[in-house]
């Protein structure tokens, strides 16, 4: 295809999806859902040849996605997650295990069913923290425990990756290729432990003789650099990313340089990420319909139960706990790059994703009132005091 028609494409692409999210924003759609339907509405208009001049934001967007992940952590903000394990292994274990167990009782097939769960484990950290945001009810009680739950999720969501991708890349799972994944997680997370004082020293040093505009060069060059050499080997790039990003010191110069400069090219990236991924997806091939049905179905109620529970065992009421739970049904960006892995669990994901998403944030809207009434206020029966 001659370059300039590339170029035609793909500012159409970007134009198309502009104008779709920003019409569906009016309806309250997360942008997310806006290019996911802009990847299924082009794909009988756009030709599939055309996504070459587009693919280095569409390769990526896993690496800056989970990079920027890694940002909003330090080690010592790590080492504090102690206090919501409780509530973040209840939400792992009631999401995870039923809807492994469904998936695999349907297909009988393992790796498919590993895949399924993992990407219906987690809800959307994008959608729901800019749902808290737009709503303004980022002072309710619960918002603690459910960013929380979601920090832990990344965090699981980061293992999960790093197992699974040498799992689907073997094609099979063994006691080789668990011990692999094993072994290299726990030499990663060891040489970040060990190289983390030397980092701050060399962004210390970067910070005081590199000048600002090149700092997008160092970062990025390095963390495609890193995210090459993972997927050479095996290795999750989401893995590496995070701890890249982590790496980075904290109320330094360089960390405010590196967020102001390449959150556009995120955006841009992880959007390009999620259109491609409907885009590519053999939407025609859709078979067991009553299955992904049922997996929808399944996905609402074990967030539902897992959140409400978490929340009792947090501290909280009944009316909280259920407005919490109300607030945390939809899936998102997560799932997505799970099911990216297999091509298989791709178009089953891509419709639990569209109604859990949309479902869930009508949930979340409706929340509060909901919670009134499946727990009323208990009014005061005492008479107002007499005026005097």
């Known amino acids: 295809m001659h370059a300039g028609t590339e170029l035609v494409y793909a500012g159409f692409i970007l134009l198309f999806m502009f104008s779709l999210a920003y019409g569906l924003k009016t309806l309250k759609f997360p942008y997310i859902i806006s290019f996911m339907l802009s990847g299924f509405l082009l794909k009988s208009v756009v030709p599939e040849d055309v996504s070459g001049i587009l693919l280095i934001f569409e390769y990526s967007a896993v690496a800056l996605l989970f990079f920027f992940v890694g940002l909003e952590y330090s080690f010592e903000r790590l080492l504090g997650m102690l206090r919501i394990l409780k509530a973040g ?117 970067a910070e005081r003789k590199v000048d600002e505009n090149l700092f997008v060069f160092l970062i990025f060059g390095t963390l495609l650099l890193l995210g090459g050499l993972a997927l050479k080997y095996d290795v999750s790039e989401a893995l590496v990313a995070f701890i890249f990003g982590v790496l980075i010191p904290e109320n330094s110069r360089a960390f405010k340089i590196v967020e102001s400069s390449l959150s556009p090219l995120k955006e841009l990236s992880v959007g390009l990420f999620f259109f491609f991924f409907t885009y590519k997806t053999d939407i025609n091939s859709l078979e067991q319909l009553s299955f992904v049905l049922l997996l929808v179905a399944m996905s609402l109620v074990f967030k539902l139960i897992s959140t409400y529970i978490s929340s009792l065992v947090y501290g909280f009421d009944k009316r909280v706990s259920m407005r919490a739970s109300l607030s945390f049904l939809q899936r998102g960006e997560f799932s997505l790059v799970f099911s990216s892995l297999y091509p298989p669990a791709q178009m089953i994901t891509f419709f639990v994703v569209l109604i859990t998403s949309l479902l869930g944030s009508f949930s979340f809207v409706f929340a509060p009132k909901l919670t009134d009434f499946l727990f009323p206020r208990k009014r005061s029966s005492k008479a107002p005091p007499q005026a005097p």
């Open 89 to 205: 292994f209840l939400d792992l274990l009631i999401n995870f295990l039923p809807i492994f167990a469904i998936s695999y009782a349907f297909t009988k097939e393992f790796i498919l069913s590993l895949v399924l769960a993992s990407a219906l484990y987690p809800s959307s950290t994008a959608i729901t923290v800019k749902l808290f945001m737009d709503y303004k009810r980022l002072i309710n009680p619960e918002v603690d425990l459910l960013i929380g739950i979601l920090i832990f999720e990344d965090l699981i969501c980061i293992i999960l990756l790093s197992l699974l991708t040498s799992f689907v890349r073997l094609g099979n799972i063994n006691y080789y290729a668990v011990s692999k994944s094993i072994f290299i997680l726990t030499l990663l997370f060891l040489l970040f432990y060990l190289i983390r004082n030397y980092v701050k020293a060399f962004f210390e040093f």
